[in-house]
């Protein structure tokens, strides 16, 4: 299975849609949830939240500026290799203000994907079509290229 934690809700139409495009996508090739949770009053209070949804079955990938920017190929070796000692691969995106130390320790891969700033639903969207290409390259089907 494969997880998205993320902090705050999606309030653009069009990102929901494009979201929601990609769900289903995803869900032809593994079980997929989406674990939206509210912002907190600090970070601390946004780990707690976060951390208490993980479990030592899932391989945990952060998605933080400062993390390790991966093509697309090895973004799907990294969920391929994964799932062979995990049963589940779980993104964590945080607030705006990031991630609490804390999750980022608990992180098996911080996971770049630019130093750019982006809106939150914006970036889901980016994620979601980054893990349904690694699908479909795990699955030698054409899409990548």
Do not use: W
Not at 32 to 48: Q, V
């Amino acid at each position: 299975m494969i997880k998205v934690i993320c902090i705050g809700k999606i309030k653009e139409k069009y990102l929901e849609e494009l979201i929601e495009d990609y769900k289903k996508r995803i869900e032809k090739y593994t079980k997929f949830e989406i674990i939206e949770l509210k912002e907190g009053k600090s970070l601390k209070e946004e780990a707690d939240n976060i951390l208490s949804r993980i479990t030592s079955k899932d391989y945990v990938i952060a998605c933080d500026i400062n993390g390790k920017t991966l093509d697309s190929l090895s973004l799907a070796e990294n969920i391929e290799k994964a799932f062979i000692s995990y049963s589940n691969v779980v993104f964590i995106i945080g607030s705006s203000e990031g991630l609490d130390e804390r999750v980022l320790e608990k992180a098996n891969l911080k996971l770049s994907f630019s130093k750019f700033t982006m809106p939150h639903g914006l970036f889901r969207g980016v994620l979601l079509e980054q893990i349904y290409r690694s699908l479909k390259i795990n699955n030698n089907e054409t899409y990548h290229k």
